[in-house]
């Protein structure tokens, strides 16, 4: 048999860079046994991430029920409140801090979940499972269609696919230093748990993230549309985008800072003002600006909202400093800077606008992971997608090549060598995921708070949904009261760091309320002040004190062996 040659070696497994300005998408047709491959490994993921929610369900103690997540309780039942109020209303009211106020606030997500839900007869806790399956498999089907536009081969393809869908940090290694020189102190948490750039964290316990991740659609009508000449194509993102805008208004900064990088670029290139690319970002700029605009004037106009946007400094969590995105990112991250460095940055004659595209995405994310704002990490979200591009081109343009001139003595690589060095890769890049994949049944097989309540506090939240009114006010520890809104549309005095007025203030009233500290004056004042109509004590408040206090301000109205609820007696409303 003749062996191949270096040339039909290099074109077969993609190695040939492309000199053309023009995009190759309509010269790509993605075979149908490629979208099985795509619809199987999303399947495959889903039923792996699907274990621990079974493991919940399964494993709980009879006397505690699974609240159906398992990571991020304090946000996802911040949605899960959302979702109830948009089950009946256009609007929601932030039931999540005691404080009344206006059904003002709307989320397009959490409002279709909601009546589909409703149509459905399903509750949050089955309709978040059909998020994380619908928005996982459309998700990874609109990647797949993307990397289409950027290799014409299948090896690239898949290797890019799966760096996307399983490339984590290093996060393992902090791990490995917790049990080995750090005395047990985990190093920089956050660079392990951040689930914004990993896919498959984001499919196992955030799948908002993943159904966010879906603007890159935008990107590939914006390429499909410049290939072609023809300004519908930014129509139609500039729809998708609006569509997006309405369920992550922030998104829209990534869109409009990639679309502008990439017109930036060509315009460098070509050293003319690339019109097709100006009118495209005006025009989907013109018709998706609304979600921003509107979230702008609600936490501009809103006293509320106001506040509750200054304390989304609250968790603390900010993008990692620059020396530390290897940790978060990882190998894919470090391939694809040695890629865009390899490729020279700043030559841009010859380079295609699929390059161009990809380069001006990656190096404009490490402007948007800074902006000066609270939330400024959620602009990771979607980054893996460059990062596995680049990642991808160098791995095969440069990284397999020169393992086969070192250690096969070969001018170009076999087939057989660039699969196992790409598994490798991909593998490697997966570690941090194996651990937090497991991290998840560790954590759920303690059956405490905040994946488990007891079953006592059900029944209470069940009691308060049935007789409180949707304008009362519970006052409760956090462990229980950020279950409230969704669990019974009341009030909580004290549920989320950030949807919570004041939060850190409440927080502290609430273990001095329970904990006796409070003189008679100071327990009325503050039963006035927010107008608290039911105390709950149960095992979270034994934890902070006892029910003197609350049984000196109010009379049982629930009871069972673990918990009860308190109606406020001596508050003037």
Do not use: C
């Not at 004041?502 to 002040?529: C, G, I, M, P, W």
Request: zero cysteines; proline letters at 5%; aromatic letters at 16%.
């Amino acid at each position: 048999m003749r062996s191949k040659s270096g040339e039909y070696m290099q074109a077969e497994l993609g190695y040939t860079p492309t000199k053309s300005k023009e995009s190759i998408a309509d010269a790509v047709v993605v075979a149908r046994g490629e979208w099985l491959f795509v619809v199987a490994m999303a399947l495959a993921v889903l039923v792996v991430t699907t274990l621990p929610y079974l493991y919940g369900y399964w494993s709980a103690p009879p006397n505690k029920q699974f609240m159906g997540i398992v990571h991020n309780v304090p946000d996802h039942m911040q949605y899960f409140s959302w979702f109830r109020e948009f089950g009946d209303a256009n609007l929601a009211a932030n039931k999540l801090t005691p404080e009344p106020n206006a059904p003002v606030f709307f989320n397009l997500l959490w409002w279709s979940l909601a009546r589909i839900g409703g149509w459905l007869g399903v509750g949050y806790a089955g309709m978040y499972q059909v998020l994380r399956w619908g928005a996982t498999i459309l998700f990874l089907l609109l990647a797949y269609r993307m990397l289409s536009w950027f290799f014409v081969d299948r090896p690239r393809r898949t290797t890019a696919f799966l760096l996307l869908l399983f490339g984590a940090g290093l996060g393992w290694v902090l791990i490995a230093m917790k049990y080995t020189v750090t005395n047990g102190e985990l190093l920089w948490p956050l660079d392990v748990y951040v689930a914004e750039p990993n896919t498959f964290f984001s499919i196992l316990g955030s799948p908002h993230f993943v159904a966010a991740a879906l603007y890159i659609f935008v990107f590939d009508l914006v390429l499909r549309g410049h290939a072609k000449g023809q300004l519908r194509y930014a129509v139609y993102a500039g729809l998708f985008a609006l569509f997006m805008g309405w369920q992550h208004a922030y998104d829209l900064l990534i869109v409009y800072g990639v679309v502008g990088a990439y017109a930036l670029l060509v315009w460098l290139r070509d050293r003319k003002l690339p019109l097709y690319l100006v009118w495209s970002g005006l025009i989907i700029g013109a018709i998706s600006v609304w979600p921003a605009l509107y979230s702008v004037l609600l936490t501009s106009l809103d006293p509320l909202w106001e506040r509750v946007l200054a304390q989304f400094a609250n968790a603390g969590v900010y993008t990692p400093p620059l020396y530390r995105l290897p940790v978060l990112l990882g190998l894919p991250f470090l391939l694809a800077l040695y890629t865009v460095m390899r490729q020279n940055p700043f030559r841009l004659q010859d380079v295609s606008n699929n390059d161009l595209f990809v380069r001006g995405w990656f190096w404009i994310s490490f402007v948007l992971i800074y902006l000066p704002v609270d939330y400024q990490i959620h602009m990771l979200n979607g980054w893996q997608m460059p990062i596995a591009i680049l990642a991808t081109q160098g791995l095969f343009a440069f990284v397999i090549p020169a393992l086969a001139r070192r250690f096969a003595q070969q001018p170009s690589p076999t087939r057989r060598l660039a699969v196992v060095v790409a598994a490798l890769v991909i593998g490697f890049s997966s570690l941090t995921n194996l651990y937090l994949f497991g991290w998840r049944f560790l954590d759920l097989s303690r059956h405490d708070y905040p994946f488990y309540l007891y079953q006592d506090e059900v029944s209470a939240l069940h009691w308060l949904e049935a007789n409180a009114s949707h304008n009362d006010v519970v006052l409760s520890s956090l462990e229980l009261g950020q279950y409230v809104p969704a669990e019974s549309g009341a009030h909580a005095f004290l549920a989320h760091w950030a949807q919570t007025v004041d939060f850190y203030t409440k927080r502290d009233a609430v273990a001095r309320f329970f904990s006796n500290q409070l003189t008679v004056e100071e327990q009325n004042h503050l039963l006035d002040e927010f107008s608290i109509d039911y105390i709950v004590f149960g095992p979270a408040e034994q934890s902070l004190g006892s029910e003197t206090t609350a049984a000196a301000v109010g009379e049982v109205v629930f009871s069972s062996s673990a918990v009860r609820i308190y109606r406020v007696l001596v508050n003037q409303h």
